[in-house]
Structures are given as C-alpha cells and as structure tokens.
C-alpha cells in the first residue's frame, strides 16, 4: 500500500526557512515523479514544486522561485523541500505528491499518490 509522510512543517517567522521532508514507502519511488503543492483553508490547491526521476530537472511555481529548492534521494525513498525566506501569505498545508503519469508535472489531477499533509505557518 502506498503511502507518503510529510514531516518539518510549523511555525516560523516571516523571513524564517522550514524543510519538509516526504518518506515514501509501497511503490517503487524511483520510477515516480515528485512534487509538492500546498492548499489554504477554502483556496484551490496550488503547486509548489516538482522533481523529475532521477532528480536532474526540477521545476517550481512562480512564486517561490529562488528561494525554495526540491531535492530527491532514490536511495532512501526521500523527497525534500527546503523554503528560505517565507512570508505569511505562504501559511498552507503543505502536500507531498507521486506522479508516474505522463501529464505535466505542475498538473495536479494527474497524481496517483498524495500524502496526508503537514502544517506551515509563518507569523509576520
């Protein structure tokens, strides 16, 4: 059974970094693009940031471009996100996602896998 754990959200102060992590276990994570997207109460959920399989190419929304960075570890099932210089607005859950299908990686409804979320909030 598939399954994705998100850890590292809380809370933190605006200009402050987090780094979420994503342990994934039941699939074969290699083969899987990854990505984070993050949801506020009552907005549509909103990518984040995506890895390509072996880790090469990664891709970000305009947002948070130069200052947050996606990292993958094949070897231990592991997908980070590491956020520098937060703000506010960026207060959401956070979302780990799977992905082995051929959609563009910042489309959301082509996941196969998402984990159950984790918490940031930035304090101004």
């Known amino acids: 059974q598939a399954q994705l754990v998100e850890s590292g959200g809380g809370l933190v102060q605006a200009g402050g970094s987090l780094r979420l992590s994503c342990t994934v276990s039941?699939?074969?994570?290699?083969?899987?693009?990854m990505s984070w997207f993050r949801q506020a109460a009552g907005k549509e959920r909103e990518f984040v940031a995506g890895?390509?399989?072996?880790?090469?190419?990664?891709y970000y929304g305009d947002s948070v471009k130069g200052r947050f960075t996606i990292s993958r570890d094949n070897a231990k099932n592991l997908v980070t996100l590491q956020m520098n210089n937060l703000k506010p607005v960026e207060s959401h859950v956070y979302y780990c996602?799977?992905?082995?299908?051929?959609?563009?990686?910042?489309?959301?409804?082509?996941?196969?896998?998402w984990g159950p979320g984790t918490q940031v909030t930035v304090s101004s």
């Open positions: 890895v390509e399989w072996s880790g090469t190419y990664t």
């Open positions: 039941g699939f074969t994570f290699k083969n899987y693009r």
């Open positions: 996602a799977a992905t082995r299908g051929c959609d563009h990686i910042k489309t959301m409804n082509g996941y196969n896998y």
